[in-house]
C-alpha cells in the first residue's frame, strides 16, 4: 500500500454518525437496507448496528468491474433482490461511488418497482471520476482520485479485509 487514507478509527466515528442520523430520518418509517455486494459488506454491517430502528436487509450483485480498475459502464445484476420494495423505504449503500454509473442505474431500477423512497449511503464518495449524476444523501468521506482498498473494497479479491481505506500502490495494478 501506498499511504493510510481514511483509519479504522475514523471509519468508525463517521460510521456512528451516519447511523445516528439514519435512525433520526427514517425514525417511523419501514427501512429496508440494501447492500451492493461484495464491497459494502464490513461498512454495512457496522453501519447497520449503529442505526436505532426496525430494519430489514436484502442483497445485490451487480457487476460493472469486472477484474480490472476502471468501470465498464455497463451493469450487469448478478443477483437480484429477493424482497419486493413496493411501497418501502430503501436505502441502498454502497462501499463508493466513482463513476456513478452503476449507482444511477440501480436508483433508476429501484424507481421502477415503485418504492416509497429511495436513497442512497456510500462510505466514500470519489466525485472526481463522476460520468453520471447521481445523488448521495448520505456521504461518509469524500475522497480523491487515488485507487482505494480496504473495509470492503479490494482488487482482484484481495485487501477486503484491511480495517482501513488505503491507496494502493500503482505498481500494484498496473502491471501487466
Do not use: H
Not at 143 to 162: C, M, Q
Amino acid at each position: 500500500m501506498k499511504s493510510i487514507l481514511i483509519s479504522e478509527e475514523e471509519i468508525a466515528k463517521r460510521v456512528k454518525e451516519l447511523g445516528k442520523q439514519l435512525a433520526e430520518d427514517y425514525k417511523g418509517k419501514e427501512l429496508l437496507v440494501v447492500g451492493i455486494l461484495k464491497g459494502c459488506m464490513l461498512f454495512l454491517s457496522d453501519l447497520v448496528r449503529t442505526i436505532d430502528l426496525p430494519l430489514t436487509l436484502d442483497f445485490m450483485v451487480v457487476s460493472s468491474y469486472g477484474a480490472t480498475t476502471k468501470s465498464s459502464g455497463v451493469v450487469r445484476i448478478v443477483k437480484d433482490l429477493e424482497r419486493e420494495i413496493e411501497g418501502k423505504d430503501v436505502l441502498i449503500v454502497e462501499d463508493i461511488v466513482d463513476t456513478g454509473l452503476t449507482l444511477s442505474y440501480l436508483v433508476e431500477n429501484f424507481k421502477a418497482r415503485n418504492p416509497k423512497s429511495v436513497k442512497v449511503c456510500s462510505l466514500l464518495d470519489k466525485p472526481d471520476r463522476r460520468k453520471a449524476q447521481v445523488e448521495i444523501q448520505y456521504i461518509g468521506f469524500k475522497i480523491p482520485d487515488e485507487f482505494v482498498v480496504g473495509y470492503g473494497l479490494d482488487y482482484g479479491e484481495n485487501y477486503r479485509n484491511l480495517p482501513f481505506v488505503c491507496v494502493l500502490k500503482p505498481e500494484v495494478y498496473e502491471k501487466k
